[in-house]
């Protein structure tokens, strides 16, 4: 097998059994419920290559931790080859197996490369535009590309970089970047054409099932912006019928950025709903981001009474545990993604394994707080 089974992360899972629900089973696997992200902002900048995931990576799945995400364009392409290092070290020691693990990236903004090209315009039109994966007008303020045939290029190009023959999960990536510029009916006609895509290379093995990754697009308040999860649902049907592979999202979550629990921005069956309620009624996995809001969270410590209602065994030492102890015990998402390149911020991380997550009527408590 070169790709995450039942069998293997359900195997994964219980070399950790002293943790109390860490572990989900979705979509016939078993997710830890915490996963390591590998986003940083600003890429160009050169001190984002000065440091590497591979140590964090390798903590991470020592701590239990079995998803992995990144995205083409993180570092260009620098965090998918750190990440596929630190896989071919652990796998080759014997330490894990690739089938434990839940790989995902993601496609649609240009990656470019490392070190970064003197003009990226040229690199562009070089690499992609003479290339044949897209015209001039397909590309979106020089750095978004959602066409089949450079989307099909990035997830090669992953596979390679991660040194892995199959993902797991394979995100459109921020698709909402093509909305105003396409008009709602040309958007979900395209959509419909990178979902056919999407399921020829689930044919082909190289992925395993597919998704979407946005920012506001579920949760908008600007109608022209928003992204209607029924009908990329009902794209997904229309190219690979009830079968397809479609299966899980990917958007911003963290106790600043309630919204995908508590706005009613979707609609299914012409009932309005929060998108992760959606979800939930169309057979999706939702996966959150930015668990941490890139450290945001922090500049004023949490309430005592927040801590009380996520944590009432004082078993957590600090706030950024109690961010993940929240983002964690959220009712209907399967795994959280956090940040970080320092193993012993990892291990402190995963300190939330230890305590059970809330209980969703005392969850619930949190927003009135």
């Not at 394979?170 to 105003?180: S, T």
């Not at 065994?313 to 009712?331: C, E, G, H, Y």
Request: proline share 3%; aromatic share 10%; net charge negative.
């Amino acid at each position: 097998m070169s790709h995450a089974t039942l069998e293997d992360t359900y195997n994964f899972a219980k070399k950790f059994s002293q943790y109390k629900d860490f572990y989900i089973k979705h979509n016939n696997l078993i997710f830890s419920k915490l996963g390591l992200g590998t986003f940083v902002k600003e890429p160009y900048k050169e001190e984002n290559y000065v440091f590497h995931y591979i140590e964090a990576v390798k903590e991470a799945i020592r701590q239990g931790i079995n998803v992995i995400d990144t995205a083409s364009n993180y570092r260009y392409g620098q965090s998918e080859k750190e990440i596929g290092e630190a896989l071919a070290e652990l796998i080759a020691e014997g330490e894990v197996k690739r089938e434990e693990l839940i790989i995902a990236s993601k496609g649609g903004f240009i990656e470019l490369e490392y070190p970064f090209p003197e003009n990226p315009y040229t690199w562009i039109a070089e690499n992609i535009i003479e290339a044949g994966l897209a015209t001039k007008d397909d590309i979106e303020l020089d750095q978004h590309c959602i066409t089949p045939d450079y989307l099909e290029a990035s997830c090669r190009k992953s596979l390679k970089n991660l040194g892995v023959d199959s993902l797991d999960i394979y995100y459109l990536h921020n698709p909402e970047m093509q909305l105003l510029r396409l008009g709602h009916k040309a958007f979900y006609k395209q959509i419909e054409k990178v979902f056919e895509r999407f399921e020829k290379l689930a044919d082909l093995g190289l992925i395993q099932s597919y998704g979407v990754a946005v920012w506001n697009g579920f949760t908008s308040e600007n109608s022209s912006e928003l992204i209607s999860l029924e009908k990329l649902v009902e794209c997904a049907i229309k190219v690979g019928g009830m079968g397809h592979r479609f299966k899980y999202i990917q958007l911003p979550f963290n106790m600043g950025k309630t919204t995908a629990y508590t706005a009613e921005t979707q609609k299914v069956d012409g009932v309005a709903c929060s998108v992760i309620n959606a979800a939930h009624n169309l057979g999706i996995g939702v996966i959150s981001s930015s668990s941490l809001l890139q450290m945001n969270l922090f500049k004023k410590s949490f309430s005592a009474e927040t801590g009380v209602v996520l944590d009432n065994s004082m078993t957590l030492k600090n706030d950024i545990q109690l961010a993940l102890q929240f983002v964690r015990s959220t009712p209907g998402i399967v795994t959280s993604l956090f940040g970080s390149k320092v193993p012993v911020n990892i291990r402190e991380n995963c300190e939330i394994s230890k305590v059970r997550a809330v209980p969703r009527t005392k969850y619930d408590l949190l927003y009135r707080l």
